[in-house]
């Protein structure tokens, strides 16, 4: 069945960085645009990156761009996201998921960016 796995989340300071990874599994993962959300306390899941198939387009959610970079193996099945310039904003569980697809969501990654 389609699963996915994120890791890479942690504690880090405001100005630092994350790398995310995303090992999906279940469907032919080069045949999918996917994504990436994020919940954060008291907010509801928000879409924040998206990339095409074959990695040709790609779109950010306005408080992440020229911070976030999102990017996929297909080779691996994997899905990557760079977060640079950490805000406490930012502060949120990140999931990632086949874009505009009901698929079940994995265990998410929590993020937590504090001093």
């Known amino acids: 069945q389609v699963r996915f796995v994120e890791s890479g989340g942690g504690l880090v300071q405001p100005g630092g960085s994350l790398r995310l990874s995303c090992a999906a599994s279940?469907?032919?993962?080069?045949?999918?645009?996917m994504s990436w959300y994020r919940r954060a306390p008291g907010k509801e899941r928000e879409l924040v990156a998206s990339i095409s198939g074959a990695g040709g387009n790609i779109d950010y959610v306005d408080s992440v761009k020229g911070r976030f970079t999102i990017s996929r193996d297909n080779a691996k099945n994997m899905l990557y996201l760079q977060m640079n310039s950490l805000k406490p904003e930012d502060t949120a569980v990140y999931y990632c998921?086949?874009?505009?697809?009901?698929?079940?969501w994995g265990q998410g990654t929590q993020v937590t960016v504090s001093s």
């Open positions: 279940g469907f032919i993962f080069s045949a999918f645009a």
């Open positions: 998921k086949r874009t505009s697809r009901s698929d079940d």
